[in-house]
């Protein structure tokens, strides 16, 4: 094999179309998931290539020095796509102890071993941590978030993402690990697992329940169809300078309200129902407490420097992403079953 790449959260939502699109796509490449498999990691979302002989998964936790270790011995990696994480902004208000263990003492984990294994020449290796929009914290109605606006996180995730964000940049600087770190906006697409709004949102449109929109529905989010933010991986992995950050929007702004209104006008269309039938199921609930009101981001960077831009249209993801669900029924009962309906009804009890 000519490279060896760990994958971490290679089981979850975004980490499963990274692995897919590498495993595919370099078949000379060794490619190894880690991941834990808590409630949001899934095999069932990597089925088609698990056979694959430039594929292996190693169930580990990024919280566990002896684990990650092992797996550096094990495999002697040439880099790390870090995924693993606590993503889910709701939760994090629930329990923000979960987000500190991962996201951040996670990631100095790997920092840590990366370092002892690779260091101190780090030739041919690098260090790639994935992160969020959310660090920079909120927009009002206009401006973008570029590579140098401040980090300003306002919930328990977007602070341990931030948190962990920061070790990466010291790390490179304190040690000359060579890192590069990219931020992200909303994800959408197969495979979502249904907490957050598109996919939460997909199934109970599906199964006639309520849709409950935060606040006045007028915060704002940008876009982006997963297997682009997948694509823009890979091109930063491979071209994207040491020791930068990227980052990664969808040019594709919509306030909630808006894109629920367009989701029911589709999910109508596909199931042939009455023009305006889904839509009765939107219900306003009580907010998100620091809840931010806009997300914006300025991809300028990627694309003129490393000539990434998004190659579908949101309504073309988002009928993409329908079909996907209503085609994987069974996927959507196996991860709604559980514990995850102990999650539903303790954060949707009260609202
Ligand atoms: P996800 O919650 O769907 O998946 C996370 C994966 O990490 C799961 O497979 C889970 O089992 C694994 N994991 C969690 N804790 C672990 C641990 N301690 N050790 C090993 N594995 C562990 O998340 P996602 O939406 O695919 O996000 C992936 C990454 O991308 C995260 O770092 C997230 O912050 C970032 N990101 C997400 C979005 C988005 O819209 N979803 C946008 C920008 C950036
Ligand atoms: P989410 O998918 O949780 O992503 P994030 O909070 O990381 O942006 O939420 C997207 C937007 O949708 C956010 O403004 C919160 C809102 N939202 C609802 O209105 N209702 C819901 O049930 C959920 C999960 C989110």
Redesign the pocket.
Known sequence: MKRTIII????????SHVVRLFVNKYPDYLIVN?????Y???LENLRDIDGSPNYVFEK????DTAAIDAVFEKYSPDGIL???????VDRSIMSPMDFV???VI?TVNLLNTAKKYWGPDYSGKKFYH????EVFGALGSTGFFTEETAYDPNSPYSAS?AASDHFVRAYGETYGLPVVVT?????YGPN??PE?LIPLFINNIINGKPLPVYGDGLYTRDWLYVKD?ARAIDTVYHHGKTGETYNIGGFNEWKNIDLVKLLCRLMDEKFGREAGSSEKLITYVKDRPGHDRRYAIDATKISKELGWKPSVTFEEGLALTIDWYLSNAEWLQHVTSGTYMQYYDTQYAKR
């Not at 580990?60 to 919280?63: E, G, M, P, T, Y």
């Open positions: 971490t959260g290679g089981a979850g939502f975004i980490g880690l991941d834990a498999l808590t949001a990691g899934n580990a936790n990024i919280q870090h995924l693993a994480a606590e993503s889910h263990y991962t996201n996670g994935i992160s969020t929009d993402k931020n992200c906006s909303n994800n979502h697992f957050k933010h």
